[in-house]
C-alpha cells in the first residue's frame, strides 16, 4: 500500500531506489496520504518510467482512482472501464459474454490478457507469492520441540551462525553453487562453501559416474550434515576477524559435508586453538 509501505519496503518495488522510497515517505509526512498512483509524480525525482515501473505494484486504497486499489495496471485502465461497462463493476458478467473470446476483438486484446484484466477487476488475479514453497520454521538448539523441530536444518544465515559456530552433526540448510567431478560445493550461510562429496549424496542419487554431474544442480537447495569443520592456515587463525575476510591470515576453512547422516561419532564444538574438527576417529584411536 503506497501509503503504509516503509522505505524498506518500497526499495524492493520496481523502479523504485532506496533513495526514491525514502523521499516518497518524507513527502507523505509533510504532504500526507497520496491520493492516487498519478500522484506518485509529484514526489521529488519519481520520474514517468520509475512512476510506470512502479504502478502496477502499488496500491492506493480509498482514493480518488477506485482501480488504483487493484492489480491493473494505469496504462491499462482504459480497457478496463470498457469491461467495467460491458460485464460490470467486477467483471461479473464476464464468463456469460463469453469468458473474453467474443469480447477480445472488439477491445483490441487478446484474450488471454482480457482474462487476465477481469481477473483482476474480480479480485482472483493469481498471486505469484502462492506458488512459493511454504516458509521451513528453523528452530537452532531447540531440544525441547517435537522431532519434526528438533529434526529440522538450521538456516545458519537466519540463526546468525558464523564459522567458527559449526559443529559436526549439525544439519543445515544450504544452496549448491558449484557442481564438479567429485562432489558439489554447498552454501551453507556462513561465508565459506562446504564440499559435499559424491561418495555423500544419498543412494537415491548415486547414479552410474557419467550421470552423477546432472544428480545435483547448481542453485538446488539441499539439507545437510556437517562432519568435519577444517581450518588449512596457522594455528589460532581463521577466527574472528580473519573467518569474517578483516584478517590477513593465510588459510583456507574446509567444510566436509553429507546427505547420508550425521558423523558416526559425535566431535566437540569448535574452539579458537583447534585446527581440525574429526567427524570420525582415526584408525589409531579406534584401536586403542
Avoid at 58 to 64: H, I, Q, S, T
Avoid at 181 to 196: N, R
Avoid at 270 to 283: E, F, I, K, M, Q
Wanted: hydrophobic residues 45%; negative net charge; aromatic residues 4%.
Amino acid at each position: 500500500e503506497l501509503n503504509t509501505a516503509s522505505v524498506a519496503l518500497l526499495s524492493h518495488v520496481a523502479g523504485l531506489s532506496d533513495s526514491l522510497a525514502r523521499a516518497i515517505v518524507e513527502h507523505r509526512a509533510e504532504h500526507g496520504p497520496l491520493v492516487s498512483r498519478a500522484a506518485l509524480l509529484e514526489v521529488a525525482g519519481v520520474t514517468a518510467e520509475a512512476h510506470q515501473q512502479a504502478a502496477g505494484f502499488l496500491r492506493v486504497r480509498d482514493g480518488v482512482e477506485p482501480l488504483d486499489a487493484t492489480p491493473v495496471h494505469p496504462e491499462s485502465y482504459e480497457a478496463a472501464r470498457a469491461l467495467q461497462e460491458r460485464c460490470g463493476p467486477r467483471a461479473e458478467r464476464f464468463a456469460e459474454l463469453g469468458a473474453g473470446r467474443g469480447l477480445a476483438g472488439f477491445m483490441g486484446l487478446g484474450a488471454a490478457a482480457l482474462e487476465d484484466l477481469a481477473a483482476a477487476l474480480a479480485g482472483i488475479a493469481s498471486d505469484p507469492r502462492a506458488a512459493q514453497p511454504e516458509v521451513r520454521l528453523k528452530v537452532p538448539g531447540d531440544t525441547g520441540a517435537d522431532e519434526r523441530a528438533v529434526n529440522e536444518a538450521i538456516d545458519a544465515q537466519e540463526a546468525g551462525l558464523a564459522i567458527t559456530d559449526l559443529e559436526p552433526g549439525m544439519l543445515l540448510h544450504g544452496v549448491v553453487r558449484n557442481v564438479v567431478e567429485y562432489g558439489a560445493f554447498v552454501d551453507v550461510g556462513v561465508g565459506h562453501t562446504g564440499l559435499l562429496h559424491t561418495s555423500e549424496y544419498p543412494s537415491s542419487l548415486k547414479q552410474r559416474r557419467e550421470e552423477r554431474a546432472h544428480a545435483i544442480r547448481v542453485n538446488d537447495q539441499v539439507d545437510v550434515w556437517v562432519h568435519e569443520v577444517h581450518w588449512t592456515g596457522p594455528a589460532g587463525g581463521g577466527f574472528a576477524g580473519e573467518a569474517k575476510g578483516r584478517g590477513k591470515a593465510r588459510g583456507k576453512w574446509r567444510i566436509a559435508l553429507s546427505m547420508v547422516g550425521p558423523p558416526t561419532v559425535a566431535a566437540p564444538p569448535l574452539a579458537p586453538g583447534d585446527a581440525v574438527l574429526h567427524a570420525r576417529p582415526t584408525a589409531a584411536a579406534a584401536g586403542a
